[in-house]
């Protein structure tokens, strides 16, 4: 039986609001059409009504200029690229490889003072996308941001970054989030991903961070950011770094990061960049 998947702009308690002028009808709409299991009205029993779209995947398209319901053939959708967007000295973020030898930089995380997550994919009435100017000026957290872009780009499909990174604690959280920063310096957040390290995880090495699916326009003059922490308190439990599941463990133990910027050890975000955007429908 074909599958239809529609991703729209609501947090999850938003569906049963925001949320229910489009994912009501869509589901009554294929139930009718694949199942015969929708509402016996004058127009479907003549199929005067026009059936759901074709194309198996719906999604919200979000940011500068955009704005817009998209139908794509499927998830991950086709004719995206995927570019590379290297973390490098000072902050920046851009396409260029690094070259030569850059330190590599630091920070500490502290599960006693776990690094707050604004925003994102929770259920509460503060979820979705929101300010977070506030976590960026934490000493746990590494902010490297782009130049301001020249033309707007299109990401639509699976976000990913590849860190190097060095631990001084096996037990510890790598937590990323992808940023769009408009041109008064406001940071709202798209998209992130946490990955849980143990023993069986070597104490240097690359780590592959999955930050999920996007379906975002960076508008012109908008600069492309990415935060690095060890947590992101509430959203994912604190890691008490010291093996237990517990999380008021007494015996909390704190976690010394590096990560590598240089062209032996590079830090990379991957970004599917779809050529030309996606139709509208």
């Known amino acids: 039986m074909p599958v239809r998947l529609v991703v729209g702009p609501w947090a999850h308690l938003d569906l049963n609001s925001k949320g229910a002028a489009v994912a009501l009808p869509e589901s009554l709409d294929w139930l009718d059409r694949y199942a015969g299991l929708g509402p016996k009205t004058a127009e479907s029993r003549t199929g005067s009504r026009p059936g759901p779209p074709d194309h198996p995947v719906r999604i919200w398209v979000g940011g500068e200029g955009a704005e817009q319901w998209c139908e794509i053939g499927g998830w991950p959708p086709p004719g995206v690229a995927e570019q590379r967007w290297y973390l490098g000295a000072n902050g920046s973020l851009g396409t260029a490889e690094p070259a030569g030898d850059v330190p590599a930089v630091g920070f500490r995380y502290d599960p006693a003072d776990p690094t707050p997550s604004p925003g994102g994919a929770i259920m509460a009435t503060n979820a979705g996308s929101r300010d977070n100017e506030a976590v960026e000026r934490r000493l746990d957290v590494l902010v490297f941001s782009s130049d301001p872009l020249h033309e707007p780009l299109e990401v639509i499909g699976e976000v990913a970054a590849e860190l190097s990174v060095t631990r001084d604690n096996p037990y510890a959280d790598l937590f990323v989030r992808l940023c769009d920063v408009d041109p008064r310096g406001r940071s709202y957040n798209v998209c992130d991903g946490i990955v849980r390290l143990t023993e069986a995880d070597p104490l240097t090495g690359t780590v592959r961070v999955s930050l999920l699916g996007a379906a975002h326009r960076f508008g012109r003059g908008h600069r492309i950011r990415l935060q690095v922490a060890g947590g992101a308190f509430p959203r994912f439990a604190r890691n008490p770094g010291n093996g237990q599941v517990d999380a ?21 975000l991957l970004l599917p960049v779809a050529a030309g955007g996606v139709n509208p429908g």
């Open 248 to 268: 008021t463990a007494a015996d909390l133990v704190p976690t010394q990061y590096d990560i590598g910027l240089d062209a032996a050890h590079p830090s990379v």
